[in-house]
C-alpha cells in the first residue's frame, strides 16, 4: 500500500523506500512498526513467539538499513 500511495501522489515509479523519505527516521520508525503488527498477527495465528519476534527483528534490519551481514 505504501508503494501505490507513493506512486499515486508522484507518479514516479522510484519505490518509496529508495526515496528521502525512504532513509528518514519516520520512515524507519512505520517499517518498525509495520514489522511489529505483523509479528503480532503471526503470533495470534499460531506462530510461536519467539520464531515471529526474530522475523520482526531480520526483517526491521533489512528494511531499515540496520541489516548485519
Same mark, same amino acid.
Given at each position: 500500500? /505504501? *508503494? /501505490? !500511495?507513493?506512486? /499515486?501522489? =508522484?507518479?514516479?515509479? %522510484?519505490?518509496? #523506500?529508495? %526515496? $528521502?523519505?525512504?532513509? &528518514?527516521?519516520?520512515?524507519? *520508525?512505520?517499517?518498525? *512498526? &509495520?514489522? @511489529?503488527?505483523? $509479528?503480532?498477527? !503471526?503470533?495470534?495465528? *499460531? =506462530? $510461536?513467539?519467539?520464531? !515471529?519476534? !526474530?522475523? #520482526? #527483528? @531480520? %526483517?526491521?534490519?533489512?528494511?531499515?538499513?540496520? #541489516?548485519? /551481514?
Amino acid at each position: 500500500m /505504501l *508503494g /501505490l !500511495a507513493h506512486h /499515486l501522489r =508522484t507518479g514516479g515509479d %522510484t519505490p518509496a #523506500e529508495q %526515496t $528521502a523519505w525512504g532513509r &528518514s527516521d519516520d520512515a524507519k *520508525g512505520f517499517m518498525a *512498526g &509495520s514489522s @511489529r503488527r505483523w $509479528a503480532d498477527v !503471526a503470533i495470534a495465528a *499460531g =506462530t $510461536a513467539e519467539a520464531d !515471529a519476534r !526474530a522475523a #520482526e #527483528e @531480520r %526483517t526491521t534490519a533489512f528494511f531499515t538499513g540496520a #541489516e548485519q /551481514l
